[in-house]
């Protein structure tokens, strides 16, 4: 079983930056994929950024490239989303997530393709 918890979230203004980091514990499978989605009440969950088991392959969202990052610590097991340049449209409950075995692939960008959710961090752009 693979535990996940997010923090890092709060208020900043736009142009602003925040980093969110997921800490994770459990078992692992080998090849598996973490994400960052985020959400807003009443809408679906969007995926932003991924990266593979080493952190050497990443994808993000078409809205988030240039000014977001995603990285990972393996020593620490933990996953960090570096977002600057924070907009109001940034705004909503950021959540990591990770697959079982991604059989080798990176750009898995479904909520449905994940097992395993940390319970959200909340990040608010302010205008």
């Known amino acids: 079983q693979v535990q996940l918890v997010e923090s890092g979230g709060g208020l900043v203004q736009t142009g602003g930056s925040l980093t969110l980091s997921c800490a994770s514990s459990?078992?692992?499978?080998?090849?598996?994929?973490m994400s960052w989605f985020r959400q807003l009440p009443g809408k679906e969950r969007d995926f932003v950024a991924c990266?593979?088991?080493?952190?050497?392959?990443?994808d993000y969202a078409d809205s988030v490239k240039g000014r977001f990052t995603i990285s990972k610590d393996n020593v620490k097991n933990t996953m960090y989303l570096q977002m600057n340049k924070l907009e109001p449209e940034d705004t909503g409950i950021y959540y990591c997530a990770s697959t079982r075995d991604s059989a080798g692939v990176t750009n898995i960008v479904r909520p449905n393709e994940y097992h395993y959710w940390g319970q959200g961090t909340h990040v608010t752009v302010s205008t």
């Open positions: 459990g078992r692992f499978f080998s090849t598996h994929v």
């Open positions: 990266i593979n088991w080493t952190g050497g392959d990443t």
